[in-house]
T-cell receptor, first 117, second 111 residues
């Protein structure tokens, strides 16, 4: 049973370009979460999606950032017109139940390291 | 808002026991989780407490006191492979039940 798959592992973009990060959740998991991590810091929640729906995007900047989880295919985190401050590790996690599900641990992918030059 | 405090770094000797503390401030507390992360890799779930008391999972145990807004992770019989960063994370109503993470504790184990 494959875990959470993220690609690419590393992504380099110039300022102003677009970054697309992909995440395939574990089999049977319909809840996907995106987190951002800066060096020596904890993870910061960005967005929570369930198939075809954004449930909670309270942690995602209103501009330039968007996320989707289509009926078919992986979840995508899209960053338009990247700036140097977007450089970070972006982690995707999945779970079989909602955040209020009884002790539902998150299963994380290996992350995408985005570097903006 | 929510906040979590945990030590930035802890050093211990192989075979010893170490405790990593976590204090939190939040509204509508739901549960406290612990995750391990090696060298910026995928965080992996270790333990979860929703009620007061101790939860034991092999060499790892986690404790929660809701009245003190405090918890800890206890690691016994330390092994070199336990060298990693350990994060406490709170789920609460005022964060829409999303995990809010501490800054992490880097555990350094010496032979």
């Amino acid at each position: 049973n494959a875990g959470v798959m993220q690609n690419p592992r590393h992504l380099v973009r110039r300022r102003g370009q677009e970054a697309r990060l992909r995440c395939s959740p574990m089999k049977g998991h319909s809840h996907v979460y995106w987190y951002r991590q800066l060096p020596e810091e904890g993870l910061k929640f960005m967005v929570y999606l369930q198939k075809e729906n954004i449930i909670d995007e309270s942690g995602m900047p209103k501009e330039r950032f968007s996320a989707e989880f289509p009926k078919e295919g992986p979840s995508i985190l899209r960053i338009q017109q990247v700036v140097r401050g977007d450089s970070a590790a972006y982690f995707c996690a999945s779970s079989p139940v909602s955040p209020t599900g009884n002790n539902s641990p998150l299963h994380f992918g290996n992350g995408t390291r985005l570097t903006v030059t | 808002g929510q906040s979590l405090e945990q030590p930035s770094e802890v050093t211990a000797v192989e075979g010893a026991i170490v405790q990593i503390n976590c204090t939190y401030q939040t509204s509508g507390f739901y549960g406290l989780s612990w995750y391990q992360q090696h060298d910026g890799g995928a965080p992996t779930f270790l333990s979860y407490n929703a009620l007061d008391g101790l939860e034991e999972t092999g060499r790892f145990s986690s404790f929660l006191s809701r009245s003190d807004s405090y918890g800890y992770l206890l690691l016994q019989e330390l092994q070199m492979k336990d060298s990693a960063s350990y994060f406490c994370a709170v789920r609460a109503r005022d964060s829409n039940y999303q995990l809010i993470w501490g800054a992490g504790t880097k555990l350094i184990i010496k032979p």
